[in-house]
């Protein structure tokens, strides 16, 4: 059974303060890993794809990372505004294209 | 781009009323669109994926006949839950996806409580 775990499930951090959250996943193989920030009462909102081992993808003060067990995402000199819901979810081999989330990890970033 | 549309955001309604919900993706074409359900604290579950003018496949567990989806056309489907009870209240939520393996977009959800 495939399979995602996030950890923490809730970090607080002060504005700047850099940090990483996990993301481990067991999957049948996979063909993409995904992360999505997810805002009170709104949709997940897409981040990133990572498709293989050692793939990086940035997007401002965003990093992601993949190996063959786990992703990170790396939050750089975080503000309030990156307070949100990370979700990371992998895409398993085979031909059905639902995504397995993991419980999100909650990151709250103070002034 | 990559917007993807759910309507309505919020639905209050008595035991036993039936209950249709809208995804539309707005710029692009979705083959596939998917409909997940997420419970407070919970992490967002899969329920069942459509092709357009395809049957739906449902997820073990999700009742086919309890949630009846309809996928259209490529820009639309549509998730009715019938006879819906206390226990169906949750938050719905629908993707689409221009191709296999390709990032879904998310709409913004459907808080659904029933009375």
């Known amino acids: 059974e495939d399979q995602v775990t996030q950890s923490p499930e809730a970090l607080r951090l002060q504005e700047g303060e850099s940090s990483s959250l996990n993301c481990s996943y067991t999957v049948s193989g996979l063909r993409g890993l995904f992360w999505y920030r997810q805002d009170p009462g709104k949709g997940p909102e897409f981040l990133f794809t990572?498709?293989?081992a050692g793939e990086e993808k940035e997007k401002e003060r965003l990093k992601a990372t993949l190996t063959k067990k786990e992703s990170f995402l790396h939050i750089t000199a975080p503000k309030p505004e990156d307070s949100a819901t990370y979700l990371c979810a992998v895409l398993p081999g085979g031909g059905a294209d639902g995504l397995t989330f993991g419980k999100g990890t909650h990151l709250i970033i103070q002034p | 781009g990559a917007v993807v549309s759910q309507h309505p955001s919020r639905v209050i309604c008595k035991s036993g009323t039936s209950v249709k919900i809208e995804c539309r993706s707005l710029d692009f074409q979705a083959t596939t669109m998917f409909w997940y359900r997420q419970f407070p604290k919970q992490s967002l579950m899969l329920m069942a994926t459509s092709n357009e003018g395809s049957k739906a496949t449902y997820e073990q567990g999700v009742e086919k006949d309890k949630f009846l989806i309809n996928h259209a056309s490529l820009t639309l489907s549509t998730l009715t839950v019938t006879s819906a009870h206390p226990e169906d209240s949750s938050f719905y939520i629908c993707?689409?996806?221009?191709?296999?393996?390709?990032?879904?977009?998310f709409g913004d959800g459907t808080r659904l409580s029933i009375l």
């Open positions: 993707s689409a996806s221009g191709s296999s393996g390709e990032a879904q977009h």
């Open positions: 990572l498709y293989s």
